[in-house]
């Protein structure tokens, strides 16, 4: 079992940039697939993005080019660096932990992106 919380959320302007951070209550080095996912008002939960344990990602076309998914190993994080921010981005974002055996989650964290 792990345990994950996010962190970073905020209100942005169009156009700016923020970094959430997922932090896990063990080592992540062998978990295979960590990633990010949001939740709009009224929305399903959707896929923003992923990294494996070989560094491989992926994203949502969306969000391709602007954002970008990390991992720290060393320190037990996944960050999740958001530029060019859209209104479209405002949503909780949950960090997500494939084990392989279990999906985990964290409580999520707002980012609401507005003039």
């Known amino acids: 079992q792990v345990q994950l919380m996010e962190s970073g959320g905020g209100m942005v302007q169009p156009g700016g940039s923020l970094k959430l951070s997922c932090a896990a209550s063990?080592?992540?080095?062998?978990?295979?697939?960590m990633g990010w996912y949001r939740q709009a008002p009224g929305k399903q939960r959707e896929l923003v993005a992923t990294?494996?344990?070989?560094?491989?990602?992926n994203y949502v076309r969306s969000v391709k080019g602007r954002f970008t998914i990390s991992r720290d190993n060393a320190k037990n994080t996944v960050d999740l660096q958001m530029n060019n921010l859209k209104p479209e981005d405002t949503a909780v974002y949950y960090c997500?932990?494939?084990?392989?055996?279990?999906?985990?989650w964290g409580q999520g964290t707002q980012v609401t992106v507005s003039s």
């Open positions: 990294i494996t344990i070989s560094g491989s990602t």
């Open positions: 063990r080592s992540i080095f062998s978990i295979y697939t």
């Open positions: 997500n932990a494939d084990t392989g055996q279990n999906d985990h």
